[in-house]
């Protein structure tokens, strides 16, 4: 059975501070990676996502996902965040069902 | 880009009502999956479906049904709603053939009193 682990409910951070959210996943069979978005009273929005190739992995607004096979991570960083980053941040995993984590709130200290 | 609405963004309902969530997707998507959000839990797959009038169960279909009778609709239906059904529903499309995202509707609040 696969699982999806968010380590963290919660990350408050300063702005223009760097942020990494913490995913670890458990799977028999190869799997697709995701990191989703999702602001206040909206649906959620693709921000990255790993299918084969590079491990590191480049998504929208600033974001990028290393995937390690070895540790069964998908961590998600920035390097500088700004207060529109503000919302909560789910990982996935699947093939053609995905399993979701139970999210990261990124709460943006001024 | 892809559009995915859904019929309501919230909705009160009484105990022991019907009730109809519609979701409809713009870009001829075969799969559909309906989802329920709660506080701490993620998102979890009541269901979905592959293709019209083809349906699956997913991981808590207990007190819900699904219709799709055409390819670009997919409904949920609570037949008789209870207080713990009271969450944020969330609709999502993808491409049959090599699609791997899913694409998110704004979600329906449900509160059922």
């Known amino acids: 059975a696969q699982s999806v682990t968010q380590l963290d409910s919660q990350v408050p951070v300063f702005e223009e501070a760097p942020v990494e959210l913490r995913c670890n996943y458990s799977s028999s069979v190869s799997v697709y990676l995701f990191w989703y978005v999702q602001y206040p009273n909206q649906g959620l929005q693709l921000l990255l996502k790993y299918l084969s190739g590079s491990t590191l992995v480049k998504g929208i607004n600033g974001f990028e996902a290393e995937f390690n096979k070895s540790q069964t991570s998908f961590h998600l960083r920035k390097p500088s965040v700004h207060i529109s980053d503000t919302a909560e941040y789910f990982c996935?995993?699947?093939?053609?069902?995905?399993?979701w984590g139970a999210g990261t709130k990124l709460i943006i200290k001024p | 880009d892809v559009k995915v609405t859904q019929s309501s963004r919230y909705l009160v309902k009484r105990t022991g009502e019907k009730v109809f969530l519609e979701c409809v997707q713009d870009m001829d998507h075969e799969n559909m999956f309906w989802y329920r959000q709660d506080p701490g839990l993620g998102l979890r797959l009541i269901y979905f479906s592959y293709d019209v009038k083809m349906k699956e169960k997913g991981d808590i279909p207990e007190g819900y049904s699904v219709s799709r009778e055409k390819k670009e609709r997919f409904s949920l239906i609570l037949e008789s709603a209870s207080t713990n059904q009271t969450s944020m529903y969330l609709c999502?499309?993808?491409?049959?053939?090599?699609?791997?995202?899913?694409?998110f509707g704004p979600g329906t609040r449900l509160t059922v009193t």
């Open positions: 999502a499309s993808r491409r049959g053939t090599g699609g791997r995202e899913q694409y």
């Open positions: 996935a995993v699947g093939n053609y069902q995905l399993i």
